[in-house]
């Protein structure tokens, strides 16, 4: 699937759940702005497993070095990041970095969170090997791989273990940031803003650094960013699922491709019915949540 029919069909569900949501959890305006555009970000996070995809080229040699260290634990593209256990990760971390940074809450909670990654990865350690034999396909190339990406894996989770004693406001505003800033570029970038400094950066690569820094430092309420990071990242991987290549959604323990596998990248299926299918429910739910649908009915 394209990185813009991506981004717009995150857009289009976090309208479509903010339709139910918005007056139970009394979402304002600017909150659902914010949901829709990270959400449409965290739409394309997860090809962050690629070198080329739209994040990965969002940030220069820092983005395409996380993507190749992604790529490297998740065993390539559309592989773990692509998985439950891709998104139980971006979940963990979303939550984790929003409760730390709120201090709302104890940190027993993340230790024991961070535990069950910990102990998630000694489970990847141990099952990613050989893989699905049976196919004669592997989770990764080599037999040292798995427990080593297993060990960078539980590094970075000690690491924000680490952090989050230490200091819990700021390892959740570091671990927001960094979220932030990767989702809103990818958005961004969607728009395509033409570079404007000799060093082939895109406006809309550096944008990104100071909204989030506005949005951290300043009094605006995140609550709805964990929420449309992991709705986003689900979004991105339905839509790979539909598409034909599919999604090993049960990675590491099995690497077979699920989906409807309906329609390839790029086809006209996607270039046409999908993406206007897309933007007619998401122009509707824009006009519902903004509240005119609602005027306009009182107003008779
Ligand atoms: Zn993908």
Known sequence: MLGKTHALSGAMMFGVLAVPAAPVAHLSLPELALGTVVCAGAAM?????????????TLGPLSRGLACAVAWVAGGHRRGVHSLVGVAVVALLAFLGAALRSGSTSWAVAGIALAAVLAGSGLLAGMAWPGD?????????????????????????????????????????????????LTLASAARVFHIRRWTRLR?????????????????????????????????????AGDMATVGGCPLGWPWSLTARGPRAFRTNSPIERGPVTWACMVIFAVTVFWNSGIANAITRHG
Do not use: C, K, M, Q
């Not at 997860?46 to 995809?53: A, G, K, L, Q, T």
């Not at 989770?139 to 273990?161: C, D, I, M, T």
């Not at 550096?206 to 709705?231: E, H, S």
């Open 45 to 57: 996070l997860p090809d962050i497993d690629h070198r080329e995809s739209h994040v990965a080229r």
């Open 133 to 181: 034999r049976r196919r004669g396909r592997r989770v990764y190339p080599e037999r040292w791989h798995g427990p080593a990406a297993a060990g960078v894996f539980g590094v970075v989770a000690l690491a924000l273990a680490v952090g989050a004693a230490v200091d819990p406001h700021a390892t959740g505003t570091g671990v927001l940031a960094v979220l932030l800033v």
């Open 201 to 237: 950066t895109e406006v809309d690569d550096l944008l990104p650094i100071p909204v989030t820094f506005v949005l951290l430092v300043g009094d605006t309420n995140l609550r709805v960013v964990p929420f449309a990071v992991v709705l986003g990242v689900i979004v991105h991987i």
